[in-house]
């Protein structure tokens, strides 16, 4: 009987390490979708707050896109739009990045790329994960809703519709 009891110890042993295992890496993979709906959150703040122009709104996003992959402090960000390009300090063109593009109703205009400063690699050999590549793609989804609604305010202050001069009455 105490061995039987000592076999089933051992056992509920084993399966509590393996939940503590489980509920560690659930804890990471939370830890990382937080930074990235934080990420999200600052560039959506950043985008219907400020009253930057396009260098500016750039310059502020670059600094931000960084903040939510796994590791900031080894990745680089670069944004290039109509020949206008915005890195991070520690850019360094590496093989190992992801790009998407900034599309406007009129077609691409640039595009956001998020890289790693060193070899990364995942489960199936990416440098970056499923989640940061969908990050990226709703970064760049958000700049370019954000420079189609500029470019539409821009318009709609230049446009004046016709006036049709008044006709003082005759009496």
Known sequence: MFLELDRYRRELQRHREQLEIQVEERT????????????????TTLLTESRNTLEGMLAAAVKIIPSGWRD????????????????????????????????LTEGIVGEVTVGCLE????????????????????????????MDGERAKLAKSIWTPYSVPSVASTA
């Open 28 to 43: 990471v993979e939370l830890k990382a979708r937080a930074k990235e709906i934080h990420c999200l959150y600052q560039l």
């Open 72 to 103: 900031p402090e080894s990745v680089y960000c670069r944004i290039t739009v109509d020949g206008h390009t915005v890195i991070t300090p520690n850019f360094k063109d590496t093989p190992w990045r992801h790009a998407a593009d900034i599309v």
């Open 119 to 146: 070899e990364k690699n995942t489960r199936d050999g990416d440098p970056l994960i499923e989640e940061e590549r969908r990050l990226l793609e709703d970064i760049a989804r958000k700049l370019g809703l954000w």
